[in-house]
């Protein structure tokens, strides 16, 4: 019967899985049951975990009635169950890369410090079911954004907040870099089992910056095979990525597809209205009292992230203690002078009209006119969408510098931008020459 079996089986598995799972596994058959005994107990799991089902459907397939029961036992078919020899140093090893197991994770990274606007609001609800629900709410879940948005501060939330209820929870989070890095180890010193083995023991696994993992084969097939058993155990994954999934060159398609099973919520960058109340929180939190037109001050200028912002705030708190003055509008302007020097010398839409104009060869009355030929609306539109992507300005306020057109229109560009660009190269190519002449 196990013969037939392993015929079977070898049309599913490769040559190596058979060669290391299953040719090992001695055998015991009679007519009630199948006993499979695996030398060690890692083996009996890592069997049980990925092959189990598939040996009760293949012994289902080619046995007669009755259809035996399939065990795994750890032993050998001779009298009592044993334990090879190389079963003890595995098993002793796994104490120490335990501990080390993924992050530290941050304390102050909680749901409580996470100030909640519309630009977040989804993914930290979603984050909160998670950490209320493991396994239960979404699984995975997959949060998307640029840098600085609060991806890694949700994720430890949702740990911190995992072990408030549980102390015992076994949690990683672990940076994609890190993970790779830990897994090639593992591969060197010969200690991969047991590194697969601490993975697949958790109750929540959460893999940051999983861009990292783009081109790097070997981590993505052990990372998928690590994430089907964890989902499968009905344990929690939460990923973020700085981009949405399927975006990512040089990640497989099959992790992809299954990173959209659970939950995948994007972050924006916090619109200005959650930059001041981050601000003013994260301020209050320092013991200082932020003056609201400070606030609205620094978060109309930094736009693109939080974690900017906070970097701003340090400053003026800084040299406030420093100098010892009071934090008004004048003293915030000089504290962070040249920071948004570099912020508005970036780009200017007067610049980039300018520099459109130039590069098409033509005059800037056209170019802000009213004429709607196609020479003159391509590339007032690329101005616009170039606009809208280099500086803070808002659609309204754009339109505005672009002879008073409505935000409508601006939006309309930028899509219309977006679309030709993909479809058409040449244009592409001159949206490229434009981004790094403005930006170089
Ligand atoms: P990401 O992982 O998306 O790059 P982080 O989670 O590291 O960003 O966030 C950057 C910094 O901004 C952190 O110090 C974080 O605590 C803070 N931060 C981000 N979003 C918020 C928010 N909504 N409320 C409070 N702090 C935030
Ligand atoms: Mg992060």
């Given at each position: 019967?196990?013969?037939?079996?392993?015929?079977?089986?070898?049309?599913?598995?490769?040559?190596?899985?058979?060669?290391?799972?299953?040719?090992?596994?001695?055998?015991?058959?009679?007519?009630?049951?199948?006993?499979?005994?695996?030398?060690?107990?890692?083996?009996?799991?890592?069997?049980?975990?990925?092959?189990?089902?598939?040996?009760?459907?293949?012994?289902?397939?080619?046995?007669?009635?009755?259809?035996?029961?399939?065990?795994?036992?750890?032993?050998?078919?001779?009298?009592?169950?044993?334990?090879?020899?190389?079963?003890?140093?595995?098993?002793?090893?796994?104490?120490?890369?335990?501990?080390?197991?993924?992050?530290?994770?941050?304390?102050?990274?909680?749901?409580?410090?996470?100030?909640?606007?519309?630009?977040?609001?989804?993914?930290?609800?979603?984050?909160?079911?998670?950490?209320?629900?493991?396994?239960?709410?979404?699984?995975?879940?997959?949060?998307?954004?640029?840098?600085?948005?609060?991806?890694?501060?949700?994720?430890?939330?949702?740990?911190?907040?995992?072990?408030?209820?549980?102390?015992?929870?076994?949690?990683?989070?672990v940076h994609s870099e890190r993970f790779v890095g830990d897994m090639v180890k593992a591969l060197q010193h010969n200690t991969i089992n047991d590194f697969k083995r601490l993975y697949r023991g958790l109750n929540a696994l959460m893999i940051d910056d999983i861009q990292f993992f783009a081109g790097k084969e070997r981590s993505q097939e052990e990372f998928f095979h690590t994430f089907n058993a964890l989902?499968?155990?009905?344990?929690?994954?939460?990923?973020?990525?700085?981009?949405?999934?399927?975006?990512?060159?040089?990640?497989?398609?099959?992790?992809?597809?299954?990173?959209?099973?659970?939950?995948?919520?994007?972050?924006?960058?916090?619109?200005?209205?959650?930059?001041?109340?981050?601000?003013?929180?994260?301020?209050?939190?320092?013991?200082?009292?932020?003056?609201?037109?400070?606030?609205?001050?620094?978060?109309?200028?930094?736009?693109?992230?939080?974690?900017?912002?906070?970097?701003?705030?340090?400053?003026?708190?800084?040299?406030?203690?420093?100098?010892?003055?009071?934090?008004?509008?004048?003293?915030?302007?000089?504290?962070?002078?040249?920071?948004?020097?570099?912020?508005?010398?970036?780009?200017?839409?007067?610049?980039?009209?300018?520099?459109?104009?130039?590069?098409?060869?033509?005059?800037?009355?056209?170019?802000?006119?009213?004429?709607?030929?196609?020479?003159?609306?391509?590339?007032?539109?690329?101005?616009?969408?170039?606009?809208?992507?280099?500086?803070?300005?808002?659609?309204?306020?754009?339109?505005?510098?672009?002879?008073?057109?409505?935000?409508?229109?601006?939006?309309?560009?930028?899509?219309?931008?977006?679309?030709?660009?993909?479809?058409?190269?040449?244009?592409?190519?001159?949206?490229?020459?434009?981004?790094?002449?403005?930006?170089?």
């Amino acid at each position: 019967l196990w013969q037939r079996c392993l015929d079977r089986l070898g049309r599913d598995l490769t040559e190596q899985e058979l060669n290391t799972w299953i040719r090992p596994l001695q055998v015991k058959a009679d007519e009630q049951a199948l006993r499979l005994m695996a030398p060690n107990r890692f083996v009996r799991d890592w069997v049980r975990d990925q092959f189990l089902r598939l040996i009760q459907e293949v012994v289902e397939e080619v046995s007669a009635d009755p259809i035996p029961e399939v065990h795994l036992e750890i032993g050998s078919a001779g009298l009592k169950p044993r334990r090879s020899p190389s079963a003890e140093p595995a098993e002793r090893r796994q104490q120490a890369p335990e501990a080390r197991l993924g992050s530290r994770l941050v304390p102050d990274h909680t749901f409580e410090n996470f100030i909640e606007g519309k630009s977040n609001q989804l993914a930290r609800a979603a984050a909160r079911q998670v950490a209320e629900n493991p396994g239960q709410a979404y699984n995975p879940l997959f949060i998307y954004g640029g840098v600085g948005l609060g991806k890694t501060h949700l994720m430890h939330a949702v740990a911190n907040r995992m072990l408030e209820s549980n102390p015992k929870a076994r949690i990683a989070y672990v940076h994609s870099e890190r993970f790779v890095g830990d897994m090639v180890k593992a591969l060197q010193h010969n200690t991969i089992n047991d590194f697969k083995r601490l993975y697949r023991g958790l109750n929540a696994l959460m893999i940051d910056d999983i861009q990292f993992f783009a081109g790097k084969e070997r981590s993505q097939e052990e990372f998928f095979h690590t994430f089907n058993a964890l989902l499968e155990g009905q344990q929690q994954v939460i990923l973020t990525c700085d981009r949405y999934p399927k975006e990512v060159n040089g990640l497989e398609e099959r992790l992809k597809s299954r990173f959209g099973w659970g939950l995948t919520v994007a972050i924006e960058p916090p619109e200005l209205e959650t930059s001041v109340a981050i601000l003013i929180r994260k301020a209050a939190q320092d013991g200082v009292q932020l003056p609201d037109e400070v606030a609205f001050f620094i978060a109309q200028r930094i736009r693109s992230n939080v974690r900017e912002l906070e970097g701003a705030l340090r400053r003026v708190i800084a040299n406030s203690r420093f100098t010892g003055q009071p934090i008004t509008m004048d003293f915030t302007k000089e504290a962070l002078r040249d920071l948004l020097a570099l912020h508005e010398k970036l780009v200017t839409i007067d610049n980039i009209q300018k520099t459109v104009a130039n590069y098409f060869k033509m005059g800037i009355k056209d170019l802000l006119g009213k004429r709607r030929s196609r020479s003159i609306t391509r590339p007032r539109q690329i101005a616009m969408a170039l606009a809208k992507e280099l500086t803070n300005h808002s659609l309204p306020e754009i339109g505005e510098e672009f002879g008073g057109r409505d935000h409508t229109t601006v939006l309309h560009a930028c899509r219309k931008v977006k679309e030709l660009r993909e479809t058409d190269t040449r244009i592409d190519d001159d949206y490229q020459n434009l981004l790094r002449t403005l930006t170089t």
